[in-house]
Nanobody
Framework: QVQLVESGGGLVQPGGSLRLSCAAS????????MGWYRRAPGKQRELVAG???????NYADSMKGRFTISRDNAKNTVYLQMNSLKLDDTAVYYC??????????????WGQGTQVTVSS
């Protein structure tokens, strides 16, 4: 089995910054894409950012220039640096990873979610 554990959420004022982390562990053979989605209250889940195993990134338009995704392949960890946070960034942030397990087929795994609240 593969587990994703997120950390780094919390309460921040508008204009502030947070850094989310998500570490994958378990019986892993290879990790392909990793990234982040979010779900705001009353809204559908939306892509925040993704990153391939080679470091190619993509972002939702509203996050470009404010958020930066990165990963440490040696640690099986993906990060999301969030700057210039806005009230609308309040959401539960979920990480995902496209993983081939050592004994299980390739599939997407999800973290449990971490709350980010932007409030004055």
């Amino acid at each position: 089995q593969v587990q994703l554990v997120e950390s780094g959420g919390g309460l921040v004022q508008p204009g502030g910054s947070l850094r989310l982390s998500c570490a994958a562990s378990g019986s892993i053979f290879s990790i392909y894409a990793m990234g982040w989605y979010r779900r705001a209250p009353g809204k559908q889940r939306e892509l925040v950012a993704g990153i391939t195993s080679r470091g190619h990134t993509n972002y939702a338009d509203s996050m470009k220039g404010r958020f930066t995704i990165s990963r440490d392949n040696a640690k099986n960890t993906v990060y999301l640096q969030m700057n210039s946070l806005k009230l609308d960034d309040t959401a539960v942030y979920y990480c995902y990873a496209d993983v081939s397990g050592a004994t299980t087929p390739r599939r997407d795994y999800w973290g449990q979610g971490t709350q980010v609240t932007v409030s004055s």
